[in-house]
């Protein structure tokens, strides 16, 4: 069906945002049933050139977006009705805010004289997502008194501001669409002319959107001394920093972890340490660091970063600021790419003691024979080399931690997904699910059993990827990460209030999804049921059983054997 030929305004409209969406890149969108958002849910289910993927909820559908979004870096489409379906996306675009991932969402709204007089499933929505929109625009109730050309150029705007390509960081951006009956895709008289100020765009045989936004070139650095410190940054400049020539501290969402750069946190944990050795302390002194992209995950880093009196620059990032320590001499947000000088030498002191930590636990996880969290993250890892590539998908609290605390890395043709922009532990496994989607290429997800818990009806996600789908769901029976915090001395409150045990397996759940399941026993059988999964086109659920208790002892185990080589290293 032609635009012109719609049979009503509303669809007309819809259409003129879904062709645009199309010229403009977009691949992907999520659609969640909804009476209100009708034309906007029939224009892109009709549209042949986009693929639509239909979620029962709101905000399990924003994650899904979410994580197409992560995967490919182009917006993935959002299409919900009015009233909570509008508040269920917050967490999403919360994340896509602190994250700086690109994402559309077009809610469906009442026309003003509906609103805030009792009229059902009507709230004040406009700006419900200001706080962490990148955009929010409430644009009217479709008319051919308003020119054709304003909702192509909305829409181009929306897009720009998404990836960034407007001034400001990219995110979430809300466009609010207010209908009047008819909904349905049923006939009502219009004025097709009013398609004809747009003609040079209807009539664009290499189907080129209304409008472009330029892409800011990225500036080239050059890097004279100092170390980096890299977390999740633009693909650009990963690509320059990929073969650095000097010392690199990376973080696990950086993409740039690899024998080497990977193991900061073990090392700190030997450095920073009351009774550290002289020796150690003085080999890791710096005299600038360069702090590219996204916080990192350790602590400790963060904190030796803050203690650092040196020059301290930031690149890559803008809003939200990254600086916590409040100590950056320098920080410049837009993009940039990195070239070393020909003085750049790789600091010593730092490149052993990598080399020794991540050399030491390497050797006593391999020898560690029990089964918990870093075990079955090591094995699970491993077996993703059977496969070309992929992604890696880790849960915002001990899973990621663990990752990078012992530099338990993928394969070097895989990359690394998360959503640590603001560290939640909702919507991982429908992120994880639109990374899927997207990549079209194996995920593993390793999450824990409370993330889990908060996103079970995304299982009915990951029941329809087509493609190898890994969940690892690391069941340690409540949130193991407060057995490390201060709370953890007060018993009264602290099993029932914060390790909340729930006593919920999760096979038997993903069963009922009709999800591939596996309770593997042992390091062996986990590492068997990771192949079998990696093999299989769908979703398999990998439920490790383990105790808290056995996680913190191996981890305990695994940190001492590293602190005890970097001791004999550096007497």
């Known amino acids: 069906m032609s635009i012109g030929s719609a049979p009503n305004i509303n669809l007309a409209w819809s259409m003129l945002i879904a062709e645009e969406c199309a010229r403009l890149g977009v691949a992907h969108a999520v659609?969640?049933?909804?009476?209100?958002?009708?034309?906007?849910?029939?224009?892109?289910?009709?549209?042949?050139?986009?693929?639509?993927?239909?979620?029962?909820?709101?905000?399990?559908?924003?994650?899904?977006?979410?994580?197409?979004?992560?995967?490919?870096?182009m917006p993935a489409v959002l299409i919900v009705t009015s009233g909570t379906a509008v508040a269920n996306t917050l967490p999403a675009f919360v994340e896509a805010r602190m994250s700086r991932t690109p994402l559309l969402l077009f809610a469906a709204d009442r026309p003003p004289e509906l609103l805030d007089c009792g009229a059902n499933q009507s709230i004040a929505q406009a700006q419900l997502l200001s706080s962490a929109a990148r955009w929010s625009v409430a644009m009217p109730s479709p008319s051919t008194e308003i020119a054709a050309?304003?909702?192509?150029?909305?829409?181009?705007?929306?897009?720009?501001?998404?990836r960034g390509h407007a001034g400001a960081q990219p995110g979430g951006v809300h466009l609010n669409c207010a209908f009047r009956e008819p909904l349905a895709p049923e006939s009502k008289a219009w004025d097709a002319e009013w398609l004809r100020s747009i003609d040079r765009w209807s009539n664009d045989a290499t189907r080129a959107p209304w409008r472009r936004a330029t892409k800011a070139v990225p500036t080239d650095v050059k890097i004279d001394a100092g170390i980096l410190v890299v977390g999740r940054t633009s693909r650009a400049a990963a690509r320059s920093l990929a073969s650095w020539r000097g010392t690199m501290l990376a973080d696990i969402t950086s993409g740039l972890a690899v024998e080497g750069?990977?193991?900061?946190?073990?090392?700190?944990?030997?450095?920073?340490?009351?009774?550290?050795p002289r020796a150690l302390v003085d080999a890791l002194a710096v005299d600038a660091i360069v702090c590219v992209?996204?916080?990192?995950?350790?602590?400790?880093?963060?904190?030796?970063?803050?203690?650092?009196?040196?020059?301290?620059?930031?690149?890559?990032v803008g809003d939200p600021r990254m600086d916590s320590s409040h100590r950056a001499t320098s920080v410049y947000a837009a993009s940039s790419v990195f070239t070393a000088t020909t003085t750049l030498a790789p600091?010593?002191?730092?490149?052993?003691?990598?080399?020794?930590?991540?050399?030491?636990?390497?050797?006593?996880?391999?020898?560690?024979?029990?089964?918990?969290?870093?075990?079955?993250?090591?094995?699970?890892?491993?077996?993703?080399?059977?496969?070309?590539?992929?992604?890696?998908f880790y849960g915002s609290s001990m899973p990621i931690r663990d990752a990078d605390f012992f530099a338990i890395l993928p394969p070097s043709?895989?990359?690394?997904?998360?959503?640590?922009?603001?560290?939640?532990?909702?919507?991982?496994?429908?992120?994880?699910?639109?990374?899927?989607?997207?990549?079209?290429?194996p995920v593993v997800a390793c999450i824990g059993d409370v993330s889990a818990l908060h996103d079970l009806n995304s299982l009915q996600l990951a029941s329809q990827v087509k493609t190898p789908l890994l969940i690892v769901v690391l069941n340690n029976d409540g949130g193991g990460i407060f057995r490390y915090l201060p709370i953890a001395a007060h018993a009264d409150v602290f099993d029932r209030c914060f390790t909340t045990p729930h006593g919920r397996t999760f096979a038997p759940i993903a069963a009922a999804f009709g999800i591939r399941c596996e309770v593997p026993r042992t390091r062996e059988e986990t590492a068997q049921a990771a192949s079998r999964a990696l093999q299989h086109a769908g979703a398999t659920l990998i439920e490790v059983r383990c105790t808290a208790e056995s996680s913190e002892s191996v981890r305990t185990s695994l940190a001492q054997a590293s602190t005890a080589a970097l001791l004999r290293e550096f007497k």
């Open 149 to 162: 050309e304003y909702v192509l150029s909305t829409v181009d705007e929306a897009f720009a501001r998404a």
């Open 413 to 441: 043709a895989w990359s690394v997904g998360s959503n640590r922009g603001a560290s939640g532990i909702d919507g991982l496994l429908a992120t994880a699910v639109g990374q899927a989607l997207a990549s079209q290429k």
């Open 347 to 392: 600091h010593e002191g730092w490149s052993r003691a990598l080399r020794c930590a991540t050399a030491a636990a390497s050797n006593a996880l391999r020898a560690e024979h029990s089964m918990c969290e870093p075990t079955a993250i090591a094995e699970v890892s491993a077996a993703c080399a059977q496969s070309e590539s992929g992604t890696m």
């Open 31 to 73: 659609v969640c049933p909804g009476s209100r958002s009708a034309p906007l849910t029939v224009a892109f289910a009709r549209h042949p050139k986009l693929t639509l993927h239909v979620a029962h909820d709101e905000r399990g559908a924003a994650f899904l977006a979410l994580g197409i979004a992560k995967q490919s870096r």
């Open 261 to 276: 750069t990977a193991g900061a946190d073990l090392v700190l944990r030997a450095a920073m340490a009351k009774d550290a």
């Open 293 to 316: 992209g996204d916080g990192v995950v350790s602590k400790r880093l963060n904190a030796w970063i803050a203690a650092q009196d040196c020059a301290i620059d930031v690149y890559g």
